[in-house]
């Protein structure tokens, strides 16, 4: 069964920077979409951004220029660096292939906040 594990939240001001990393236990990782996702209070899970196995990226409008996604398929890893953060931010966010699978892992909190 695949598994997603991700780290790397941290509570942060705005205008500061994290980077996310997800580890997903899939033999197929290396020709898989992988992408971000998070989810607000109250607010349904949102596609963030995604990768394909080429490189190639895509980010929703919000995270333009400020988030890049990457992988590194030989350690099954995909990260997101996120900078100048605003505290529109703050989710739980998660890793997932793209479109997502009904398995999500425990996601890692983060919090822009003064």
């Known amino acids: 069964q695949v598994q997603f594990v991700e780290s790397g939240g941290d509570l942060v001001q705005p205008g500061g920077s994290l980077r996310l990393s997800c580890v997903a236990s899939r033999s197929r990782f290396t020709f898989d979409v992988m992408g971000w996702y998070r989810q607000a209070p109250g607010k349904q899970r949102e596609w963030v951004a995604r990768?394909?196995?080429?490189?190639?990226?895509d980010y929703v409008d919000s995270v333009k220029g400020r988030f890049t996604i990457s992988r590194d398929n030989a350690k099954n890893t995909v990260y997101l660096q996120m900078n100048s953060l605003k505290p529109g931010d703050t989710a739980v966010y998660y890793c997932?292939?793209?479109?997502?699978?009904?398995?999500w892992g425990q996601g890692t909190q983060v919090t822009v906040s003064s």
């Open positions: 990768i394909t196995p080429s490189g190639t990226t």
């Open positions: 997932n292939l793209w479109p997502a699978l009904s398995t």
